[in-house]
């Protein structure tokens, strides 16, 4: 430090060779590597720190043991101080660390000369290093077993209630976790245990979960864990639910009757179709989103057609289905009621599945519908089947789209041998937080037995802040001035008006860090004026991904027509709205066929019908064409990811912006800090419509769910006046709060005034 300056200006500004005089060779080439961004970066995840290197192990391991970063003074030997030794001496330099290059032989007089500089410093020649290890890594490799010997799992970063639940035996599991506990973790190295310490074969695992992302991050850890030996993971299924099903249709569209390239539709392109069949039976009635849900509730209760007790909606149901064939497509529904239907009637298919999955793993279980759990129980049947479920009762929040948290106690009495499993140490929320969202949720669980204890935290945090409001433009800047003053100021009027005031917010170094959750998008918008007034960045994220809205959809719902032909209603739609001519659409299907990147194909869809949203829009294109990268020419597997995606809500985790999101789109995610605004009766439950009233035990677990993705600091907002759908409410705060004790929390009543 004495000889370069700062911490920032050694890692940022220092030229190198002034690095090395100052601190040495190794300081110099970590720092070098540093900024050119040729670190080693390692995922952080639920249970487990992330972590970030300069040098790889075995780089270390050739240093030799003794080396350090800092180039000392004083007694010590200079060898022991190197910033890198001699390559091919250890530390004492009795043996190489790494062989002599191929061919290389060294003379008694280099000998010497190498055994002469054990105690100087000499200049490090990367290239040469990495020469030498390639050379012997290369002699490793060859000695290694031909048939890649199968290494335990290293169970050394679990904790003891983690470590029973990944080694449980066999038969009927369900893994209880908590928010932070480490669930995905863990459900990853149960997959690992079973091929590396119990031999089973990859081909007969099935992992489902209900997002793309999760589904990706369990394939990413496990390639972490088997990089050495990637081909046992040959074969193992890790998909969302829709994708399981999807894959199952492929594999028998003659039986449902479509050709293999059928599509999926979205919900407005079922309401279409709907919209045409009920025009067509006059004996229908009711709105179009109204059928829609009937239709749902049809597939996802997986009713008999002599259940439906209305006849038209019955004849509806038909005429609707007869249509999907007709247009070669199914709807989302379809990807589970189809194939539970499909093994119902051909007993050779349900054992050829059942021979084909051994093991059956299932990631977020509070969230299953009742199709689902069907499903499940057809291809494990047995008492004692090897089936392996793991989940939170207090975060089960999708009620609205048909999940049954309940059927986590059918499980229970479905696998009677069942044994029960619980991550009880949370690695994301501080005690406080902890103590006061186990208050809140109060265990709202249908079996004791599922019930949690309170979790265990890492830290005691500090307490959470209760904030009162006048109205929601002073929680609106309440919640501004607030981030603000944690991230030391944004503006030169922060510091002139005194927002900021110094205080210390050691686990805050990023705008990132920061969330505002709010129940309905339509909360958001006094908050973005509030951010646009202080200059804080902020990315909005709302319940659709990009690609569900306009133009993005327009684009896509082309692409679909484009690639199946049979579309008819699609292509009617499209051409009064487009003006679509024949000879444009046969420049864009010969793309197809001539299997171009898909790139290619969108850049022409946009360049023939969306050239004005070149420059209105240029944001949302780049950000599709860029998705489209990385399916190359694969356009089959691009529209599925599309059709199955609308998870991707797009919270840019690590994106230099403060999160602006729902609670339900903030389901999954984490931050060190929390602001969820508009704890109010009416929006926390949200009751502010009669004909719309949620479960309110879910609501409960809602505002539980939003309480636990704060880590170290949260902040419950509530507003005494909300302007909202264009009408003036007077609401209580939500009774919600009244469940947190006052040695919980601090409890402040916030009134702002306009600097003059």
């Known amino acids: ?181 480490g669930k995905t973790h863990t459900l990853t190295l149960r997959i690992a245990h079973l091929i590396m310490n119990r031999n089973v074969n990859p081909e007969n695992i099935l992992a489902v979960t209900f997002t793309n992302k999760a589904a990706g991050e369990m394939s990413n850890r496990l390639e972490l864990i088997f990089k050495k030996n990637q081909p ?254 944690m991230i030391g100021g944004l503006r030169f009027f922060s510091i002139d008006s005194q927002i900021t005031q110094g205080m210390e917010y050691k686990e805050i170094s990023s705008l990132s860090d920061f969330a505002v959750l709010v129940r309905i998008s339509r909360q958001m918008e006094p908050l973005e004026k509030a951010f646009r007034d202080h200059s804080i960045p902020y990315q909005r994220v709302g319940e659709l991904p990009f690609f569900k809205e306009k133009p993005v959809k327009s684009i896509l719902d082309l692409l679909k027509m484009l690639q199946n032909s049979r579309n008819r209603l699609l292509k009617e739609e499209l051409a009064s709205r487009y003006k679509l001519k024949e000879e444009e659409i046969g420049e864009c299907r010969a793309l197809i066929d001539g299997q171009l990147p898909v790139t290619i194909i969108l850049n022409k869809i946009i360049d023939t019908w969306f050239i004005e949203d070149k420059l209105q829009n240029k944001d949302k294109l780049i950000e599709l064409i860029e998705l489209a990268k990385s399916f190359s020419v694969n356009l089959q597997e691009f529209i599925k990811f599309i059709a199955l995606g609308g998870e991707l809500a797009g919270c840019k985790t690590g994106a230099e912006k403060v999160s602006l999101l729902t609670l339900h789109a903030a389901k999954g995610l984490e931050f060190k800090c929390v602001f969820l605004a508009g704890c109010e009766q009416g929006l926390l439950p949200y009751a502010l419509f009669k004909s719309n009233r949620p479960d309110p035990d879910e609501e409960r677990r809602l505002f539980y769910v939003g309480m636990t993705r704060a880590g170290s600091f949260l902040f419950l907002t509530h507003a005494r006046r909300r302007f909202i759908f264009n009408h003036l409410y007077q609401l209580e705060k939500s009774p919600f709060l009244a469940a947190i004790e006052k040695e919980l929390a601090e409890f402040i009543d916030v009134e702002h005034k306009k600097n003059k």
């Open 232 to 485: 046992l993971l040959k074969g193992i299924d890790i998909s969302t639910f829709h994708a399981f099903g999807f894959s199952m249709l492929k594999e028998n569209s003659k039986s449902i009757g479509r050709e293999k390239d059928f599509s999926i539709l979205d919900e407005e392109d079922k309401q279409r179709i709907l919209k045409k069949v009920k025009e067509l039976n006059t004996g229908s009635s009711g709105k179009i989103s109204e059928l829609s849900s009937a239709v749902t509730n049809i597939k996802q209760g997986l009713t008999g057609l002599e259940q439906i007790e209305d006849s038209r909606l019955k004849d509806l149901f038909l005429e609707y289905s007869h249509a999907l064939k007709e247009e070669n497509a199914v709807d989302l529904d379809d990807l589970i009621y189809l194939p539970v239907q499909a093994l119902r009637e051909n007993p050779p298919l349900l054992e050829q599945y059942r021979r084909r999955i051994d093991y059956l793993l299932i990631d977020e279980f509070q969230d299953i519908n009742f199709a689902q759990y069907q499903l499940i129980r057809m291809l494990m049947p047995g008492a004692g089947a090897n089936i392996y479920a793991i989940g939170d009762p207090n975060q089960a929040i999708y009620g609205f789209r048909g999940a049954d948290v309940s059927l986590m106690d059918h499980f229970i009495r479905d696998y009677p041998q069942t044994v029960r499993y619980r991550l009880n140490t949370s690695y994301r929320c501080s005690d406080y937080i902890l103590k006061a969202s186990s208050r809140v949720i109060d265990n709202q669980v249908i079996d004791k037995s599922l019930k949690m204890p309170v979790l265990k935290a890492l830290n005691r945090g500090v307490k959470i802040t209760i904030t009162g409001n006048s109205s929601e433009k002073s929680e609106a800047e309440y919640i501004a001035r607030s981030i603000e003053k």
């Open 1 to 181: 430090m004495k000889g370069g300056g700062t911490e920032l200006d050694l890692l940022l500004h220092l030229p190198i060779s002034r690095v090395k005089q100052a601190g040495g060779e190794l300081l110099a080439e970590a720092i070098k590597r540093m900024r050119n961004r040729e670190v080693l970066i390692r995922e952080g995840f639920d249970g487990e720190y992330g972590k970030i290197k300069v040098f790889t192990r075995e780089e270390g391991a050739a240093m030799g043991s003794q080396c350090m970063l800092f180039d000392q003074t004083g007694d010590r030997a200079p060898a022991q101080s190197l910033g890198v030794l001699p390559p091919g001496l250890s530390p004492s330099g009795a043996e190489p660390v790494l062989p002599q290059a191929p061919g290389a032989q060294a003379t008694g007089s280099q000998a010497t000369g190498d055994r002469q500089q054990r105690d100087v410093l000499i200049n490090f020649d990367f290239n040469e290093f990495r020469r030498r290890y390639r050379a012997f890594k290369g002699q490793l490799e060859n000695n290694e077993n031909s048939n890649r010997e199968r290494k335990k799992v290293d169970f050394k970063e679990l904790n003891p209630e983690q470590k029973r639940a990944v080694e449980h035996c066999s038969g009927p599991a369900l893994v209880i976790a908590g928010p932070g506990a």
